[in-house]
Each structure stands twice: as structure tokens, then as C-alpha cells.
């Protein structure tokens, strides 16, 4: 083999190379952010942007306060074809939503999470190394089942946190959880939103009411007992 077949294949070396380099997939979170309704409060927007594979830019979602289902209202693969649209159409749609909405601790609402184990798999028996486990959430508020999660994970002893967010003039409520997604690379956090149904603001009844109530029983009583007197 003379010097110009060397240097050839050499520049073909390189060439794959650099072909696999740009589409090999890397892990990332995936991370939702900007959540935000319209000023009627009847839909919902929310900005996610997978941090994965070629890092796509934030794509905005839309999602069904009936039934919980979301569509794509902006690609980030619109942005490889013209980032000046994109950019242009990612400002416009966060406009037509102008009430960001504002998340709190579920504990702030008196509610809570039960996390239990479905399903573990592993990859080295040996070594104690996961593969996959299944997790089965149920989002309780005064011991009340709201709604069961399930979703996959990499560890057992992996952590999960859960925020909510009020819906205007609604009962209903979005509830984002963050946890491990799987195990490639270690492990990145993915948030995930849901619908869930069920109002999340604590009702109790005024000491007063009581009081009242009370006040009306001993009133009920005394007075049968006077009328019982007459006759």
C-alpha cells in the first residue's frame, strides 16, 4: 500500500469518525419549566426541553384540562429549519398565555406522596447494579386517594419531588414530579406533568359555625323545655 491509499483511508478514518461523534446520543434531564394558562384559566402551557441526545432546544406543550392529554405546540426541530421563525413563534405563544402560575410543596396544601416499589431489575445480581425499577405513586390529601402515578426510574432508593400548581377558578390541579428517569449514564432527573382532579385547597369549618350549631341545639332544648312547662 503506497502513501496516497494510506493517507486516503486515513481521511475516511476520520470522516466516520466525525459522523458517529455527532449523532452518538448523550444523556441529559429533561426539565419542564414556564407553566402558564390563559387569562380565562381554560388551557395550559408549559415549556420542557429534553437536555439529551444533540441538546434540542425548549419545545412548548399544551395540555387538555379534560382529559390530560398534550400536544406539541412548538418543535425544537423547527429551530434547525429556521431559527428565526422559532424564536419568533416561541415568544408568541408564551404571550398568548400571560398568568404564570406558581407551584408549592404538597405538604403546604396538606397533601402527600406514598411511594412504593412494583417492579426491581437488575443488571448484575452480583453487584447489586439496577437496571429498571417501576414505581407506583399515590398523591393522597386527608388520607383521600387524588390519583396514582406510575412511572420508571433506576434505583429503588432513588429520590422523587413533587410540586403542585393551582389552577385559576378550578378545583382541578397540575402536579409535576422529578425523579431519575433510568439508568443510562447513571441517571437523569425527568419531569413529567399530570392532571389531577380533585381540589387542592383545605376546607374547614369556622370555629364559630360551631359555636352557632351549639348555641342552637341548647336555644332548641331550652325552649321545648319551657313549652313542656306551660303544658
Sequence with gaps: MNIKNIFAWAMVGVFIINVLSVQATVGGPTIISEVRTSATGSEIIYVEQNMGG????????????????????????????????????????????????????????????????????????????????DFKVDILRNNQKLRTLEYSGCRPDQAHEFKIYSLLNQENFLLKS?????????????????????????FSIPSYVYQIIIGLLIGGIAWFAYKGKEI
Design 178 to 202: 422529578t425523579s431519575i428517569g433510568d439508568c443510562f449514564e447513571g441517571g437523569y432527573n425527568v419531569d413529567k406533568l399530570y392532571l389531577v382532579l380533585g381540589s387542592t385547597r383545605s
Design 54 to 133: 444533540r441538546g434540542c432546544p425548549p419545545e412548548i406543550y399544551k395540555l387538555d384540562l379534560t382529559s390530560g392529554d398534550k400536544s406539541l405546540l412548538v418543535n425544537c426541530r423547527e429551530s434547525e429549519q429556521d431559527k428565526v421563525a422559532y424564536d419568533a413563534k416561541f415568544a408568541e405563544t408564551l404571550a398568548q398565555f400571560p398568568v404564570a402560575l406558581n407551584s408549592a410543596d404538597l405538604t403546604s396544601l396538606n397533601m402527600r406522596a406514598q411511594v412504593s416499589v412494583t417492579r426491581e431489575v437488575k443488571e448484575d445480581l452480583a453487584n447489586n447494579v439496577f437496571a429498571r425499577t
